[in-house]
C-alpha cells in the first residue's frame, strides 16, 4: 500500500465515520503572523477550535502539506523531513476520547493493515500542581481496544522521557503514563507555560514497533515509546482538548470539548511496509531510485546526501506549484535554501550538471493526487526550479573566482573572509572550507568563531531592521489593528472605482500603526490619482457606514452577491462576507476571514504617505490613520 492510497482510505474512512473532507490550507497562509508556513494540520482550524463554529459541521477530516524549516538541521536520519502531510480529523464538540481512540485504532488495523502487536501508546500521568488528574479514562479505553483485539495490555508509570531511557519495558507493557513534556497538547507546550485563555489538555500518542534490533541502547538508553532511538516511531498524536487556563493561571475543563487528531502520512506510510525508514516509501523511493542513477552511487552508502535531495526538492516543488518563487526574503528565502542545499548534497554526490529537470518531474507525479486548489502552479514549477538551479551553479562560479581572488596575495583565510563569501557571494561555508583543503590554502585557526561573529554582527543589525515586522496579513487583533484591516478594504474598493475595476490585492502587511497594500496596476498613480483615492476612503470614513458579515454558500455568494474574491477553487462551501455601507448597494462586499470594526466612522482619517512600485506590474500603498 504506498502512501496515496494512505491518504484516499483516511479520508474515506473518515467520511463513513460522518466527517466532511475540507480543502488542505496553502503552505503559505495569507493572514497569520505567527509562522512563516503551515506547520500542522491543526493550524488553520485554530479559530474553530477556540470556538469559532466551522461552517461544514462539527466533524472534519483532511490531509494537510506542512513544512517545519526548524528541523532542517536533522534531514539525513531515517525519519525527519522539513516537509510532510498530516492526516487530520476533528471533533468540534461532538465525540470525544472512546470514539477517537476506537476509530484510529480500526482505521490502523482493518484499512492500513497494521500488526496492532506492534503498536503502542502512551497517555497524561496527570499534574498534581494544577488539579489535573491523570487521564485514567483514555487509558481504560485504549486497554478494551487491544483486548477486543486479543492483546493484554499492561499500563506502565513511566514519568519522564529520561527516566523511561533508564528504566526501558518490562513485559506485557503496552500503555505508557508520561508528563506534560510528552503527553500534554497547548500551543505553549506544557502546562506551566499553556498561554491564558487557551484550549488545552492530555494527549495521546501513538507509536509503532520496528523492533528491539533497530535500538541503540548506549546511544540512547533503553528503548520506550518516547526514547530517541529507531525503534519506536510516532505515528499519530490525539490531543483531548477538555481545559483552559484562566487568567489566574489554573484549569477549568470545558463544557464542549474537542477532539485534534493528526497522523504523519510518511511515517504510517512507513509502518506500513515495515521499515523505519520514511524514505524508502512512494512518496520518496522514486526520487532515491533516479539519485542512485544520475550519480551512480548506491543509496545505502549515501543516505544522508540523498535523504536531503529528495526532502527539500519535495518541498520546494510544493512551494513552487502554490505559487511561491525563491527570493531573499521571508518564505521565498526559505525555499531558496532548500533549493540550494539540496544543490549542495548533490555536488556531494558528484553531481556537477543540472539535475532538478530529472527529479523535479518525479516530484510531481508523487503528488498528482493533491488537490489543485493548493498546488495552484503546478505546470509553473519545474521551470522556476529550473531558474534557481541556474542561478546557484553560477554562483558557485562566482564564488569560486572570488575566493581565488582573496587568497591571491595571502595563503590565510580568516572566518571574517569566509563569512563576506557566503553572505556577498551566496557561496556557502561549508564549501568554501572544502576549497579551502582542496586548494591547500590555509584557514585561521579560529576561522569557525570569526564567522558566528560576523554572523551574529548581521542578525543583530537584520532585527534591529525589520522591528515590527512580520509575516504577511494581520500582525495581531488589536483595536488598531482590526481599524486599519478594514480600511484596507476601503482603499481597495476606492482603487477599483477611481483608477481601474480590475484591481485586486496582491498582497497586504498589517500592524497597529499602518497599512501596506499591494495591488496590480502597470503604471505608477498620479497625485491626482492618490489625492482622489484618499478623499474618497474619507469620505467613505465620514459617512459613518455599518460593517457587517455573514455566512453564505460559495456560489450564492460569488454569482448572486457578487463578492469580491480572487481564489474562489480555494474557498469553502460555505464562506465569511464582509459588507461595508448599504446592503443592497454595497461599498465594498469581500470574502474575508476578518475581523473588522463595526462602522466606519470610527477609523479616524486615512492618509497615503507613499506610493511606489512593488514589483513588475504591482504597486504599493503605504497608508496610515490619524486622529
Known amino acids: 500500500m504506498d502512501a496515496n492510497n494512505i491518504r484516499q482510505k483516511f479520508l474515506d474512512f473518515q467520511t463513513r465515520k460522518g466527517h466532511k473532507v475540507i480543502q488542505p490550507a496553502p503552505l503559505v497562509l495569507e493572514n497569520d503572523p505567527t509562522t512563516l508556513f503551515t506547520g500542522s494540520g491543526m493550524q488553520p482550524l485554530l479559530p474553530y477550535l477556540l470556538g ?59 484499512e492500513v493493515g497494521l500488526d496492532p502487536n506492534k503498536i503502542y501508546v502512551t497517555c ?37 522521557a529520561k527516566e523511561g531511557d533508564k528504566r526501558g519495558i518490562k513485559e506485557g507493557e503496552r500503555i505508557f503514563f508520561y508528563d506534560d513534556h510528552e503527553n500534554w497538547w497547548s500551543r505553549g507546550g506544557g502546562c ?126 510544493l512551494l513552487a506549484s502554490q505559487g511561491l518563487v525563491p527570493s531573499n526574503k521571508t518564505q521565498g528565502y526559505a525555499m531558496r535554501r532548500l533549493v540550494r542545499r539540496a544543490i549542495l548534497r548533490a555536488l556531494d554526490l558528484g553531481i556537477s550538471q543540472n539535475f532538478l529537470s530529472e527529479i523535479v518531474p518525479i516530484v510531481a507525479n508523487n503528488y498528482k493526487d493533491l488537490p489543485d486548489s493548493i498546488l495552484t502552479h503546478r505546470e509553473l514549477a519545474l521551470d522556476v526550479l529550473l531558474k534557481e538551479e541556474k542561478a546557484f551553479r553560477q554562483t558557485l562560479n562566482k564564488g569560486l573566482k572570488e575566493l581565488g581572488k582573496m587568497t591571491r596575495n595571502s595563503k590565510i583565510l580568516d572566518g571574517h573572509d569566509l563569512f563576506k563569501l557566503q553572505d556577498t557571494y ?27 561573529e560576523s554572523l551574529k554582527e548581521q542578525r543583530e543589525r537584520s532585527q534591529t531592521a525589520s522591528k515590527g515586522m512580520f509575516k504577511g496579513g494581520l500582525e495581531d487583533h488589536g483595536e488598531q489593528t482590526v481599524k486599519y484591516h478594514t480600511a484596507c478594504h476601503l482603499l481597495l474598493a476606492a482603487l477599483q472605482n477611481l483608477v481601474d475595476k480590475s484591481i485586486c490585492q496582491r498582497g497586504s502587511n498589517i500592524t497597529a500603526e499602518r497599512v501596506r497594500f499591494d495591488f496590480n496596476l502597470d503604471h505608477k498613480m498620479t497625485e491626482e490619482e492618490l489625492k482622489k483615492v484618499e478623499d474618497q476612503v474619507n469620505e467613505w470614513i465620514k459617512a459613518d457606514l455599518p460593517v457587517v458579515f455573514d455566512e453564505y454558500e460559495k456560489s450564492y455568494a460569488r454569482d448572486t452577491l457578487k463578492a469580491h474574491g480572487q481564489f474562489w477553487d480555494k474557498y469553502p462551501d460555505v ?16 470574502v474575508c476571514g476578518g475581523p473588522h470594526v463595526e462602522h466606519t466612522g470610527i477609523l479616524g482619517h486615512f492618509k497615503i504617505v507613499k506610493e511606489e512600485s512593488s514589483s513588475a506590474g504591482v504597486r504599493r500603498i503605504k497608508a496610515v490613520l490619524e486622529a
Open 52 to 110: 469559532e463554529p466551522h461552517p461544514e459541521g462539527k466533524r472534519l477530516t483532511d490531509s494537510q502539506p506542512s513544512m517545519r524549516l526548524q528541523d532542517i538541521e536533522d534531514v539525513g536520519d531515517p525519519r525527519h523531513t522539513t516537509v510532510f502531510e498530516m492526516l487530520g480529523n476533528w471533533s468540534l464538540g461532538d465525540y470525544f476520547k472512546e470514539e477517537q481512540i476506537c476509530n484510529f485504532f480500526e482505521f490502523l488495523t482493518k
Open 124 to 160: 497524561f500521568i496527570g499534574n498534581e500542581k494544577y488539579g489535573i488528574p491523570k487521564d485514567t479514562e483514555a487509558a481504560e479505553i485504549w486497554q478494551k481496544v487491544f483486548k477486543d483485539a486479543g492483546i493484554d495490555a499492561k499500563i506502565a508509570e513511566i514519568g519522564s
Open 192 to 317: 506551566e507555560t499553556t498561554p491564558i485563555g487557551d484550549p488545552c489538555g492530555p494527549d495521546s500518542e501513538v507509536f509503532y514497533d520496528f523492533g528491539e534490533d533497530k535500538q541503540d541502547v548506549a546511544k540512547y538508553g533503553l528503548a520506550h515509546p518516547a526514547s530517541d532511538g529507531a525503534r519506536f516511531m510516532e505515528i499519530g498524536n490525539q490531543v483531548f482538548m477538555q481545559y483552559r487556563r484562566l487568567e489566574d493561571g489554573s484549569f477549568k475543563e470545558l463544557e464542549k470539548k474537542n477532539v485534534d487528531f493528526g497522523g504523519g502520512l510518511e511515517r504510517i506510510a512507513a509502518a506500513a511496509i515495515g521499515s523505519f525508514d520514511v524514505f524508502k516509501i512512494s512518496l520518496m523511493k522514486p526520487i532515491i531510485d533516479k539519485l542512485e542513477e544520475i550519480s551512480g552511487k548506491k543509496y545505502e552508502n549515501n543516505t544522508d546526501e540523498m535523504r536531503v535531495i529528495a526532502d527539500h526538492i519535495r518541498g520546494a516543488y
Open 426 to 452: 551566496g557561496f556557502p561555508l561549508e564549501l568554501s572550507i572544502e576549497e579551502c583543503y582542496r586548494e591547500g590554502i590555509e584557514l585561521s585557526e579560529k576561522h569557525r568563531e570569526e564567522f558566528e
Open 575 to 590: 464562506l465569511k462576507v464582509y459588507t461595508i455601507g448599504d446592503f443592497d448597494d454595497p461599498i465594498s462586499r469581500e
